[in-house]
């Protein structure tokens, strides 16, 4: 096994074309720089240079071996310094799950904080459920989850970074849709309604079932995402119960109202992590980033 003193001689004698420029330039006499090109050439098997009394040569094997060692060199000289920014978190890479409502809430926040405190870190965005991030924070495959559920697992911690209020969408042309002055979750009963399904959707469909508790509307929709469902209240199909953050959708014949009996923040985000992860890039973001600073319980 040739060592990185035998590669960075050899360097320096294939650019300067004579053994005692070379030495001077590492600083060294010419025998043992002399016995360091030799021990490489053994180790290597090939005759690198050819030399004789009055030159030095590259043979086409040297040729070849020079741009490989060059590059060998940038990675030994980099790695030092690669290896201490992502210790301190200010390269490497971080993984973030969210939610699709995520993305047009919270996300945009974290990514434009990630370019100011973390621009070396590498930010991998995967679009993922709640429970599908938890699956993926357990496999490695995240290193921080944006999500609704609070996680039910030792090995996570996790805290509060954004609360936010529900509103309900009606068609524009319907009578609720004449004003934006907040709804009674009584006026609901007997409508047609965007509902949530109890599997993809669970935490807006436990929420909502929470609003209209008492109320019987009449569901002819259930759906996962909130942004399928503020096109079909904007195509007149009925009415939905969505996130405030839904408003940023800018969905034509919606219009949206305050909840009179809900106007208190009820959606809840969190920022989950595994307790053990040894990321350095997540903690600087945990640490620095506004964004997912945490609010009281």
């Not at 053994?42 to 009055?54: E, H, M, P, Q, T």
């Not at 799950?97 to 973390?118: C, I, N, R, Y």
């Not at 599997?199 to 807006?204: C, D, E, L, R």
């Not at 199909?237 to 839904?246: D, H, L, N, T």
Request: charged fraction near 20%; proline fraction near 6%; avoid cysteine.
């Amino acid at each position: 096994m040739y060592s990185l003193e035998q590669v960075r001689g050899f360097v320096a004698v294939a650019e300067e074309l004579h053994f005692g420029r070379a030495a001077d330039r590492l600083q060294m006499t010419q025998p043992p720089l002399s016995r360091q090109i030799q021990k490489l050439e053994r180790s290597i098997g090939v005759s690198l240079l050819d030399r004789n009394n009055r030159s030095v040569s590259l043979t086409p094997a040297g040729l070849a071996f020079l741009a490989e060692a060059r590059r060998l060199l940038i990675i030994a000289d980099t790695a030092p310094e690669s290896a201490r920014r992502i210790a301190e978190g200010v390269a490497g890479r971080l993984s973030i799950g969210f939610t699709a409502m995520t993305a047009v809430g919270v996300l945009p926040h974290v990514l434009a904080e990630a370019d100011s405190f973390l621009p070396g870190v590498d930010i991998v965005l995967n679009e993922l459920v709640s429970d599908a991030q938890f699956e993926a924070l357990l496999a490695g495959d995240l290193d921080l989850a944006l999500v609704r559920l609070p996680p039910h697992h030792p090995e996570f911690d996790s805290r509060l970074v954004a609360r936010e209020t529900l509103v309900a969408a009606v068609p524009a042309d319907h009578p609720l849709g004449s004003t934006t002055a907040p709804v009674s979750a009584r006026e609901f009963e007997g409508l047609d309604m965007i509902m949530y399904t109890s599997t993809g959707a669970s935490y807006f469909a436990d929420l909502v079932a929470s609003v209209l508790v008492n109320v019987r509307p009449r569901s002819t929709q259930r759906l996962t995402q909130v942004h399928s469902m503020m096109s079909l209240v904007g195509a007149g199909r009925g009415a939905a119960i969505v996130p405030e953050s839904a408003g940023t959708f800018h969905i034509d014949g919606v219009v949206l109202r305050p909840i009179i009996e809900w106007d208190r923040p009820v959606v809840e985000l969190r920022a989950v992590w595994r307790r053990d992860s040894s990321n350095a890039a997540m903690k600087g973001a945990l640490a620095r980033f506004s964004t997912l600073q945490p609010l009281s319980d």
